[in-house]
């Protein structure tokens, strides 16, 4: 990742630090200190962060679903994270790279459902 401030200098820019750029929403896209740390941010239409580096070589990216729930994570330092959600947005299933997995237990109860047989309607009592 280059810095900025190299390239403002070669323009002959005046500029103090610590330098931060944003995007059209505000958002902060660039960050550069003086000791030459420096970050950069891409975000999504719904304003997440999608991707992040910095000057240390570390980076990351997400991925989100519709509603806006993290789905997915990744980073320089080899560890991801995929997650599933239900209708309602609740998490139900997480998987990561230390081999840890996790489902939402569900109710193995069907007492109180409905089922049809024949034409004939019948509720489910649990034993």
Sequence with gaps: MKKVSDTYKKLGIDFTFPIYIKNANGKE?????NDGFRCKYEYDNNGKVTYYENSDRYWSKCEYDANGNKTYFKNSNDSWCKIKYDANG????????KGYEEDTPRSQSCAGKVIEVDGKKYK???L
Excluded: V
């Design 90 to 97: 609740n998490k139900t299933y997480c998987e990561t790279s």
């Design 29 to 33: 896209t660039y960050y550069e200190n």
């Design 124 to 126: 489910l009592t649990e």
